[in-house]
């Protein structure tokens, strides 16, 4: 109710009660304003693009010194240097210098290109001296390179079949069996298409325009067909591929949002899709499609599966880490980082110690990288630096939960880091777990690229396809194959390929027979 200033109870409870209430409300009113600052600045950030959470050596090192002068009240993180990482890390390695040098310069062209040598020459009276009268003899030449564009080409194979007969017998010569049976399409177009829309992001409304200037009529609906009817053929792919993912030691997994249309719907509604990254002995990311974000949807996927997941705080994962479910939770500090950021960039002054500490710990990974380190001696690095950084991390954040309120966003980065701290160090445990999730964001990346272009999914269905071809899109990247060399030559064998030999197949492990298909 409003109170009127000039007919307060002069009741000093009655006062008191007034001043605790109108004391809640501020801070309600508080909360909730910075709540609404907070969007307000990320749709901000957002609109110009400003996802980046990088920081200028000049801010760390203001980080340092506010982190210096708050260590010194505390003797336990005194004595603090970096002398750990400015040595070879006990390894006896060296940084791969080759690596680390930027290119500069105009570089050569591609070699593997094929050379096509055009000569010039003086014109015959140009060959002949006006001051000795002696014939110019060819002493050199030069060359320069450039690059020249032959526009993309379609071709028509006609696949002939002789006959041949006798007074009882009539035989007939058998083509190789086709990805689509009866199709018009080859193996090189089903590539093409697959690859221009899951890699390239260009949605099948441009692909059609774009053939109609090659003069050749391919509607969208025809090219959203052979994309389903490729999904099948190679869903038995897909699986052994997912059986091959549920046998890493560790998987990364995350989930992004994509709509999908809806008959029954007058708006298309939310639809999700899942990466799921293997670990370095198992170099395949699997996608899957679920049309709601339950728990429903990955822990279909991974029934079966016991090892290490790293995944952010999404709730639905804690029933993954139950002892009966064999599941280890590894956390992600790039998602703690995102809640640290947004704290600093909302001016409360608290976090700038906690980013230099973080950048720290980043700081090793990229070290041990630098210094191709084994898992084994990744983690002894990381036993003799990045514990002593997390130890003064986490006793900085718990000194400074009393002093933030539980609502703001410096509270709710300390609230997210202390809640996830044993996963959030469980990369201590092992050199073969990673300091964050960021493989399987990057995995997303191309769907939130992708999805700015065709829009939505046509269905549930569509869904199930763009998960298919995403995954051997994404696992050919990783693997550095080429995708539409991959898909050409895949979708030409496998109709004809032994069941017992798919894994042959695998991204990781495919060899091309370069006759297997006509272009």
Known sequence: MPIDPNSLPRDAETLRKIVVDLAEQLDRSLAEQNKYQSLLRELLEAQRNRKSEQLSKEQLALFEAAW??????????????????DGDAGTGAKPNETQSQKRSGRQPLARHLKRERIVHDLAEAEKHCAGCGKDLRL????????????????????????????????????????????????????AQVIVA??????????????FERHGIDISRKTMGGWMAQCAELLDPLYQLMKKELLSSKVIGTDDTSVKVLDRKLTFARIGRIWPYVGDGHHPVIVYDYT????????????????????????????????????????????HARRYVFKAWESDEGHMGPALHLIARLYRVEERAKALSLSAQQR???????SARLLGQLHQYLLQLQPEVLPKSPSGAAVRYALNQWKALTRFLEDGELEIDNGATERANRDIALGRGNWTFFGSDTGGKTAAVLRTFVA?????????????????????????????????????????????
């Open 475 to 519: 696992s050919c990247k990783r693997s550095g194959v080429e995708p539409f060399a991959w898909f050409r030559d895949v979708l030409s064998r496998i109709p004809s390929h032994s069941i017992t030999r798919l894994s042959e197949l695998f991204p990781h492990n495919w060899k091309p027979i370069t006759c297997s298909v006509q272009v």
């Open 291 to 334: 049309p709601t974000r339950s728990r429903a949807g990955p822990a279909k996927f991974l029934e079966g599966y016991k090892g290490y997941l790293q995944a952010d705080a999404y709730s639905v994962y804690d029933a993954f880490f139950k002892p009966e479910r064999g599941m280890t939770e590894v956390g992600c500090w790039m």
């Open 379 to 385: 983690l002894a690095l990381r036993q003799r630096v």
């Open 68 to 85: 210096k002068a708050w260590s010194t009240e505390d003797e336990s993180a005194a004595g603090e240097d970096d002398d750990d990482l």
């Open 197 to 210: 829309k899951w890699a390239d992001h260009q949605p099948l409304h441009r692909q059609e325009k774009m």
């Open 139 to 190: 002493i050199a030449e030069e060359t320069s390179e450039r690059y020249e564009y032959i526009p993309a080409s379609m071709k028509v194979i006609q696949d002939v079949c002789l006959k041949y007969a006798c007074d009882c017998t009539v035989r007939t010569a058998t083509k190789p069996p086709q990805p689509i049976e009866k199709s018009t399409a080859g193996a090189s177009l089903l």
